[in-house]
């Protein structure tokens, strides 16, 4: 059965390394919002579009006390040359096994153009300071989804 998480409740713990071997943990981050969004793979247009949305509002998540995390299942080379490649300022985290990817409900059955896979879906977790959720997109569009959320942000704050 698939976790479905819900804004108001916990966020599930995790650790996991960033492309430069730095290790995050949420609890590192309590007292602070954080946006921890899951995308498929580094260098993949959807992707690509979401991850430079996030690039180009990041300043502006940042002035309102948020830090982003972004999550896929590739290593941190190909995180490093992600990130390298399009100027990407937050860190990118490593959940090679999709463990993380998977307590959050967003690793699993995907459909695209009507086969199915198992993989991880474009989805997006605001995590109050507290360590509560305070919204989920569980199926995010990668276009403006920077813009998104940082509408949410400034609503929350």
Sequence with gaps: MAVTLEAGEQAPAFTLKDQDGRTHRLADYRGRTVVLYFYPKDETPGCINEACSFRDYHDEILATGAVVLGVSTDDAVSHQKFAAHYGLPFPLLVDTEA???????????????????????????????????????????????????????????
């Design 99 to 157: 463990m993380v990817a998977t307590a959050y409900g967003s690793w699993g059955d995907k459909v695209l153009y009507g086969k199915h896979s198992i993989g991880m879906t474009r989805s997006t977790f605001v995590i109050g300071p507290d360590g509560r959720l305070t919204k989920v997109w569980k199926r995010a569009t990668a276009e403006g989804h920077g813009e998104e959320v940082l509408k949410h942000l400034r609503r929350d704050s």
